[in-house]
């Protein structure tokens, strides 16, 4: 069992960086695979990055691709979104997951857990 729980989400111009944290429970947090999506109204939850287990594998989806990295610190549980040059077609809930797919880039429905969410506002 492992519970995922975000923090770092805010208000920020564009332009602007936050660093989303996501802090798991569970002494098999390093086993799964970590990612982040995120969500706005009328959407479907979307892919944002994901890394390996070793935190050397990562994968980014081609909007955020050179403005966000992903990171994780399986000493401490908890994986990571610097998210820099926002824009405010950024702005959603965004989610930690974690999945024991193979795969990096795991789908939604691949996602073992998930995390309650944090709001991210870019405005213009």
């Known amino acids: 069992q492992v519970q995922l729980v975000e923090s770092g989400g805010g208000l920020v111009q564009a332009g602007g960086s936050l660093r989303l944290s996501c802090a798991a429970s569970?002494?098999?947090?390093?086993?799964?695979?970590m990612g982040w999506f995120r969500e706005t109204p009328g959407k479907e939850r979307e892919f944002v990055a994901a890394?390996?287990?070793?935190?050397?594998?990562?994968s980014y989806a081609d909007a955020v691709k050179g403005r966000f990295t992903i990171s994780r610190d399986n000493a401490k549980n908890t994986v990571y979104l610097q998210m820099n040059s926002l824009k405010p077609e950024d702005t959603a809930v965004y989610y930690c997951?974690?999945?024991?797919?193979?795969?990096?880039?795991?789908?939604?429905?691949?996602?073992?857990?998930w995390g309650q969410g944090t709001q991210v506002t870019v405005s213009s």
């Open positions: 997951a974690a999945s024991s797919s193979p795969v990096t880039r795991f789908r939604v429905v691949e996602a073992d857990y």
């Open positions: 569970g002494r098999t947090f390093s086993r799964y695979a």
């Open positions: 890394i390996r287990w070793s935190g050397v594998i990562t």
